[in-house]
């Protein structure tokens, strides 16, 4: 049975809420509907449970085939303790308001200060809809500490599985 996840980063709140809740569906919806109330202040009524449950997603493991987009930046740097601090600072900032799933950082062992950044999204399109002006701001941000411009390729996902 696939399992289901909440995602209060799905729906907006004042509090910029990140709380991912994944399990069987009735778990979810009984956690769901807890934290709801203790966290945003909602009453637990059954019009409530519905609405959690109208928004359940299928859990998305990383590499599953429902991964269907990647974003891979190759970028050269002698500051990556610094970039390191600014996506810390941004990952704080922003809470959970991302699309991106899982994001892999790596150094290339042939070139000096060469890395290559692999940020993975459910799709192309929730990539572009999650555009943010705090993604903006730290992309320029990034762009100061690199040597040149970086490369941005945009990777649809063709065969993804796990070895």
Known sequence: M???VADCRRTPSES???LTIAGEEDEVVRAAVEHAVSTHGHSDTPEL???IRAVLEDE???GSASLRFVQLIEFRTRRADELNKLVEEWESRA???RAATRALLTHSHEQPDVYYEFIEFPSYDEAVDA???EA??????IRDLCEGEPTFHTLDVVRPHEL
């Open 131 to 133: 555009h943010m002006p």
């Open 95 to 97: 809470g959970g308001k």
């Open 60 to 62: 998305v493991e990383p």
């Open 2 to 4: 696939t399992r289901k």
């Open 16 to 18: 910029g809420c990140s």
């Open 49 to 51: 449970r519905e609405q």
């Open 136 to 141: 903006d701001e730290l992309s320029q941000r």
